[in-house]
């Protein structure tokens, strides 16, 4: 018999805010490891503590399982955060997200998406014509998860993002998390960037041109973040997609591209 395989999610929260989050897919055998090193996240590496943490793990049912490839990685270098946000806006619509649309979203998540003008715990789940958001709860949003790089392509991912200087572990979990999104039905593009205070890098990525890093997206210091999936409802029955982003697991066989970083201005 196969091992089993387990869903592994961590939760942490510090006095009742979304303060870090993890999803995993991995082996029995590794559940404890895997389970250790996500908990040990209750401390980040700015040395704050969450107050309550909660770690859950779920068989998963192996036949159920799809492979995919790792959309390609680009890097933009920009002088500062607002020219990020330019850039952002720009990705966007080339991706097919309108002008306006695109904007507010950006607001959106710099203004702290969850009511009160805080953290989301997920994301939020945006219609690409009006710009309306569909997520049920605007504090919990869309969590996705089962998602993970297969057992037998961990050494190697992890060798070409480390020979680009790119093995850090938010990298790593974010480029996961942004293949399974683009390769969800009805999905347009997706808006991120972390509410780690220390961690200002972001992405914007979409189907058709892949994985889009921007070095600077906030100010440092700044605990605001969040992701937008910008979604066609006329593409996709939103229960299929919600569906999908949640519980179908995915596991992702192999990297595509990853271009050297290149510098963005807004003249070019
Ligand atoms: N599903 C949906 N939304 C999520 C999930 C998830 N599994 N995990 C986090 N979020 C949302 C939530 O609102 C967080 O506040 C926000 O995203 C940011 O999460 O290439 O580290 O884990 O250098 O802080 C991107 C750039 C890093 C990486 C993103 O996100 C790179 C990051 P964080
Ligand atoms: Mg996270």
């Not at 347009?188 to 780690?196: K, T």
Request: aromatic content about 6%; glycine content about 8%.
């Amino acid at each position: 018999m196969d091992e089993p395989l387990f869903s592994v999610r961590m939760r942490a929260s510090l006095m009742g805010k979304h303060f870090a989050g993890a999803e995993r897919i991995v082996a029995a055998s590794s559940l404890g490891e895997v389970t250790a090193e996500l908990m040990s996240r209750v401390v980040n590496s700015a040395d704050e503590c969450a107050d309550e943490a909660y770690c859950s793990v779920e068989r998963i049912n192996p036949d159920e399982v799809i492979f995919e490839l790792l959309p390609d990685v680009s890097t933009f270098k920009v002088a500062d955060w607002e020219a990020g946000r330019r850039l952002a806006q720009r990705l966007l619509v080339d991706a097919q997200v309108p002008e306006a649309v695109a904007a507010n979203a950006i607001k959106t998540l710099a203004d702290g998406a969850a009511p009160g003008g805080h953290v989301m715990r997920g994301a939020i789940l945006m219609d690409v014509q009006s710009g309306r958001r569909l997520e049920a709860d605007m504090a919990r949003g869309i969590r996705v998860s089962r998602m993970d790089l297969a057992t037998g392509a961990r050494q190697e991912v992890h060798r070409q993002l480390a020979s680009q200087g790119l093995d850090h572990y938010r990298v790593c979990e974010a480029l996961v998390l942004a293949g399974k999104v683009v390769c969800a039905p009805g999905l347009v593009a997706e808006l991120c960037w972390s509410d780690a205070p220390d961690y200002v890098t972001g992405y914007v990525s979409s189907p058709r041109h892949g994985y889009q890093r921007i070095s600077d997206m906030k100010p440092a210091g700044d605990k605001l973040g969040g992701r937008v999936f910008f979604v066609d409802p006329a593409a996709t029955e939103l229960s299929m997609l919600i569906d999908f982003l949640e519980q179908q697991p995915v596991l992702f066989n192999a990297l595509g591209q990853i271009y050297s970083p290149q510098v963005w201005t807004d003249d070019e």
